[in-house]
């Protein structure tokens, strides 16, 4: 569990409460025992561990955002943060859609440019959708709102008689088209939002497992991973769980495998990848993602973190099923073949 300390008043909040539904889900997966057979003479264990972070950092995230009308009925959004493959732009865009009433492809994104928009924090810390996407939100709904309130004046009409839609705005029997609009607004129609990261809210995940374990060698190998999730709403939910995979891959690495060694002078005597063990496909099982259902009341449209949280519950995770295999209690990573190898035989010895 990863909560920061030295809070700040009401700084960290929960948004929504999914971590019940997240050990039902993935203890009920587990149960079904829909992982690979265990190897002839391996022990089997299953075991499951609970994680609960605020990923932002604890003296908040600065980002701001700007949203504007162009012609023929586009749409730019500026944003400071950066898209390195962690899915900020598509989500973003989507955002940026759904408030405008318009189609994905109409939304045209510039990023990471102090020159176009003002500073951002930076794209760390799980930030990408719950604060420069609430920054992004606030821009985009002050824009719709600027959109429609034109067009209510150039109708006549009051701004909660009208609606917007992908072309332009209906006041009651009016059509105002978008090119209209912005010619009303003089040319330029354009909104800010902003968000300081206060208050956090509180990601929620569950990883399981279930594990044979090769007394005579050490060996683990996973036959089932599944992990579950409070993400509040699923922005895209292919994409989240590409998330969710990758950080439970990255963690079995850490868990199982990865391990930089030193001297007793502090040099690095793990000198190359050969004697670096990164895992491969071969060393990932598929894990089966699943999403708790709920609304997180602090992020956009309900959605919360779920970049770096994945990783969190992976290792104790593995340390109760290879517990649960073979009753040794393993307090070091990497859980390595020779560090479970040398526990069973030590617990074997101490009995005899």
């Known amino acids: 569990m990863i909560v920061a300390a030295h809070l700040e008043g009401d700084d960290l909040q929960f948004g929504s409460y999914g971590l019940d539904q997240c050990i039902d889900l993935a203890e009920n ?32 995230h600065r980002a701001e955002a700007t949203a504007s009308l162009l012609p023929e009925g586009g749409y730019e959004i500026r944003v400071g943060t950066a898209e390195f493959g962690n899915g900020t732009t598509t989500v973003h865009t989507q955002i940026a859609a759904s408030e405008l009433c318009t189609s994905v492809d109409r939304i045209r994104v510039v990023q990471s440019d102090t020159e176009s928009v003002t500073y951002d924090t930076g794209a760390f810390g799980s930030a990408g959708t719950v604060v420069a996407g609430k920054a992004l939100y606030a821009a985009v709904r002050g824009l719709s709102a600027r959109i429609v309130e034109v ?47 206060l208050p956090r809210s509180l990601a929620f995940n569950v990883q399981a497992f279930r594990v044979a374990v090769d007394e005579a060698t050490g060996a683990v190998e996973i036959l089932q991973s599944v992990q579950s999730a409070d993400a509040g709403t699923v922005m895209n939910p292919q994409q989240c769980r590409g998330q969710v995979e990758g950080g439970v891959a990255q963690a079995i690495g850490s868990a199982l495998y990865e391990e930089m060694r030193t001297d007793g002078a502090g040099r690095i005597t793990t000198d190359s990848i050969r004697s670096y063990h990164v895992p491969q496909f071969a060393d990932i099982p598929r894990t089966q993602v699943l999403f708790a259902d709920t609304y997180d009341r602090l992020g956009p449209f309900g959605a919360k973190s779920m970049s770096e949280s994945p990783y969190n519950p992976v290792a104790p995770a593995l340390a109760n099923a290879i517990r649960d295999a073979v009753g040794v209690r393993l307090h070091h990573l990497p859980m390595s073949s020779d560090r479970v190898w040398r526990a069973v035989n030590d617990r074997r010895t101490s009995a005899e």
């Open 151 to 197: 067009a209510a004046s150039a109708s006549g009409r009051r701004p909660s008689d009208c609606t917007l839609g992908p072309e332009g705005v209906r006041c009651g029997a009016r059509f105002v088209p978008l090119d209209d609009v912005l010619a009303s607004a003089g040319g330029t129609l354009t909104a800010s939002g902003n968000s300081g990261g």
């Open 29 to 60: 997966a587990i149960r079904q025992g829909n992982g690979e057979p265990a190897p002839p003479g391996w022990k089997i264990g299953e075991g499951m561990a609970v994680a609960m972070i605020a990923t932002i950092p604890p003296r908040g």
